[in-house]
């Protein structure tokens, strides 16, 4: 069974930064995908980005494209999102989920289903 621990969510300013990570338990993370989903009070969990074992590949949602970087450290079971030039739409429970191989790839890493583990959340906060 695989852990994952999300932290790095907080209030921040419009306009503001924040860096997420997501720590994994098991050493075979560094064969999973991973990726990143948000829930917002009232809608449905979506996804935010995702990246390939290898890092070589990323995926993004477009409304956080050009805003967001997901990143690996898969010596530290670590996966990252920075979060830049953030706005009151992006305030949601973020959570990081992983997926074994087999794994997806393109869009099929956009669907929640795909993800066999999931953290607990971390809040993120953005007032206008």
């Known amino acids: 069974q695989v852990q994952l621990v999300e932290s790095g969510g907080g209030l921040v300013q419009a306009g503001g930064s924040l860096r997420l990570s997501c720590v994994a338990s098991?050493?075979?993370?560094?064969?999973?995908?991973m990726g990143w989903f948000r829930q917002a009070p009232g809608k449905e969990r979506e996804f935010v980005s995702a990246?390939?074992?290898?890092?070589?590949?990323?995926y993004y949602a477009d409304s956080v494209k050009g805003r967001f970087t997901i990143s690996r450290d898969n010596a530290k079971n670590t996966v990252y999102l920075q979060m830049n030039i953030l706005n009151p739409e992006d305030t949601a429970v973020y959570y990081c989920?992983?997926?074994?191989?087999?794994?997806?790839?393109?869009?099929?890493?956009?669907?929640?289903?795909?993800?066999?583990?999931w953290g607990q959340g971390t809040q993120v906060t953005v007032s206008s």
């Open positions: 098991e050493r075979t993370f560094s064969s999973y995908v």
């Open positions: 989920a992983a997926d074994p191989p087999p794994s997806c790839s393109g869009y099929g890493c956009y669907r929640a289903y795909k993800y066999d583990y």
């Open positions: 990246i390939s074992w290898s890092g070589e590949s990323t």
